[in-house]
């Protein structure tokens, strides 16, 4: 289900008619409660970046969320270190002098750049000696439906995408609270499919840890 073909379901749905605007607004939302509600592949990136010799501090991409690993490696080859997540106050005493450096072995979600408040930077600990580079796997935000035209939702689950934004649909038309009820009630019978997936069958081997279980912990 691409773009269009969600609007015309959901108009056609709730006989009502909606701006480019609003759509796009409805279908946001519905994306962002989807997305912090199961873990998916599709919601997995991955950069690879040179460490600053010198410089405790390394930027989060523009689109990054949260972490899932971090890893560091030499420049020239050689073996993966996966790092440690610890508390920035942790680093700051294991680590009290930043012009001691060495191959880092935690990190720490610093906060804000201090020039660009809207994005985040890592503090290392020790401070990254020269010739490493950096790994991140993290969480992020995929490009809208309503700007790309498709997505691996609209692709692989539609029935998840057009319930959660009959969901928003209803709130925005003010309708009343058992229609609205009765959509959140059909948006969660197919999000259990997309659970099942995300946090089930894309999270086990079935030569390691055997078939899907239900429910996943």
Do not use: C
Not at 30 to 43: C, F, G, M, R, T
Not at 48 to 73: C, E, I, K, R, W
Not at 128 to 139: I, N, Q, R, T
Not at 151 to 170: H, K, Q, R, Y
């Amino acid at each position: 289900m691409n773009y269009t073909q969600l609007k015309a379901a959901v108009e056609d749905s709730v006989e009502n008619t909606f701006s480019a605007t609003d759509f796009a607004t409805l279908t946001k939302l519905a994306e962002d409660k989807i997305y912090n509600s199961v873990q998916l592949p599709a919601l997995r990136k991955n950069v690879t970046g040179d460490l600053s010799a010198g410089n405790q501090y390394l930027a989060a991409p523009n689109d990054f969320l949260s972490v899932y690993s971090m890893a560091v490696f030499p420049a020239a080859g050689g073996e993966y270190t996966f790092l440690l997540n610890k508390d920035v106050n942790f680093i700051r005493e294991s680590y009290p002098n930043p012009s001691v450096t060495g191959v880092p072995r935690y990190y720490a979600l610093f906060g804000p750049v201090y020039n660009l408040p809207t994005e985040l930077t890592f503090i290392l600990g020790p401070t990254p000696v020269a010739g490493y580079k950096a790994e991140l796997h993290y969480f992020y935000y995929p490009e809208s439906i309503s700007t790309a035209g498709t997505s691996w939702l609209g692709d692989n689950f539609e029935s998840v995408l057009f319930n959660a934004v009959m969901v928003e649909a209803a709130r925005f038309m003010k309708e009343e609270a058992d229609i609205v009820t009765m959509y959140q009630n059909q948006f969660n019978e197919s999000f259990l499919l997309l659970k099942n997936l995300g946090d089930g069958k894309n999270r086990m081997d079935a030569y390691r840890s055997g078939q899907v279980r239900n429910p996943v912990k």
